[in-house]
């Protein structure tokens, strides 16, 4: 699967938007991008996922980049819930496996 | 989504012991289920794919014989570290997943060996 990228944290003050970037750029055109967050302690948490088109859910925004070589993941509101480790995941919908394998992440810290 | 429970939440056992962790797919018929741990502050290994009715595949360095998973439903499956050591204590988590569907996580079940 390929690698991901993401800054290793970020900060963010509370109600204000937050823009959490995801560098892929050996992409391939069958790939998944999946964002899950972790919170301490706990198991990660489906946050959304896309192949081409931006997507919106309650939760979150997703924005693809036109060459796919990079997305964002919006939260437009931050609360102090939202502070988490964000990770973006690859993965092939048309391999033989549904596998994920995770990078780093980035932690997100909201300050009140 | 899925709701998936763990059972137990956390373990503490003796060296040497084996223990059992429990992975329940409670409203989701789960074709695959996934076992994955986590060390302090590091991110989530992989350790094992499993399909339901078929044996686990296991990542590259995860010794099967020492981590047994068993996958006999499409909503049970379970993880055995046998003969554990202090080194195989982790935050230990399973997914599930049915086709090209996300994958489902439960909330973790934190394993320490004394």
């Known amino acids: 699967d390929a690698k991901t990228t993401q800054p290793n944290s970020m900060e963010s003050n509370e109600e204000e938007p937050v823009h959490l970037p995801c560098n892929h750029s050996?992409?391939?055109?069958?790939?998944?991008i999946h964002w899950y967050r972790q919170l301490p302690s706990q198991g990660p948490e489906y946050v959304i996922h896309g192949l081409t088109s931006n997507v919106n859910n309650r939760m979150a925004s997703l924005a693809i980049a036109e060459d796919r070589k990079s997305s964002t993941l919006i939260l437009h509101r931050a609360t102090l819930r939202d502070a988490a480790v964000y990770y973006c995941i690859l993965r092939d919908n048309w391999g033989t496996g549904n596998q994920f394998y995770f990078g780093t992440g980035t932690s997100l810290t909201v300050i009140p | 989504g899925a709701v998936v429970s763990q059972h137990p939440s956390r373990v503490i056992c003796k060296s040497g012991t084996s223990v059992k962790i429990e992975c329940r797919s409670l409203d989701f018929q789960a074709t695959t289920m996934f076992w994955y741990r986590q060390f302090p502050k590091q991110s989530l290994m992989l350790m094992a794919t499993?399909?339901?009715?078929?044996?686990?595949?296991?990542e590259q360095g995860v010794e099967k014989d020492k981590f047994l998973i068993n996958h006999a439903s499409l909503t049970l499956s379970t993880l055995t570290v046998t003969s554990a050591h202090p080194e195989d204590s982790s935050f230990y988590i399973c997914?599930?997943?049915?086709?090209?569907?996300?994958?489902?996580f439960g909330p973790g079940t934190r394993l320490l060996v004394l």
């Open positions: 499993s399909n339901e009715g078929s044996k686990a595949t296991y």
């Open positions: 997914s599930v997943g049915r086709g090209r569907e996300t994958q489902y």
């Open positions: 050996t992409i391939s055109g069958t790939d998944y």
